[in-house]
């Protein structure tokens, strides 16, 4: 059983940052890409950003320059540093994970979410 478990959010004032994290446990073999998606009420889940195994990066226009998504493979720990955050920001970020587990089974993860609150 694989587990994510996503920490760092929280309350900042617009202009603020802050950095998520993504941590993966349980029986692991390799994680292949990580990503980050943001869900406001009523809407769709969207991709924000993702990150390969080798480290390739694709960003959501409104993440680009202002977001930078990085990882650990040997902690098996994703992250994503927030720059310069609006109140338009405030959601619950979710982080997500395409892994091998120990068995060899292909598997899409989900973490619980965190929210991010951005006072104006």
């Known amino acids: 059983q694989v587990q994510l478990v996503e920490s760092g959010g929280g309350l900042v004032q617009a202009g603020g940052s802050l950095r998520l994290t993504c941590a993966a446990s349980?029986?692991?073999?390799?994680?292949?890409?990580m990503a980050w998606y943001r869900q406001a009420p009523g809407k769709q889940r969207e991709l924000v950003a993702r990150?390969?195994?080798?480290?390739?990066?694709n960003y959501a226009d409104s993440a680009k320059g202002r977001f930078s998504i990085s990882r650990d493979n040997a902690k098996n720990t994703g992250y994503l540093q927030m720059n310069s955050l609006k109140p338009e920001y405030t959601v619950v970020y979710y982080c997500?994970?395409?892994?091998?587990?120990?068995?060899?089974?292909?598997?899409?993860?989900w973490g619980q979410g965190t929210q991010v609150t951005v006072s104006s």
């Open positions: 997500s994970a395409d892994l091998w587990t120990a068995g060899r089974v292909r598997d899409d993860c």
């Open positions: 990150i390969t195994r080798g480290g390739s990066t």
């Open positions: 349980g029986s692991i073999f390799s994680i292949n890409a």
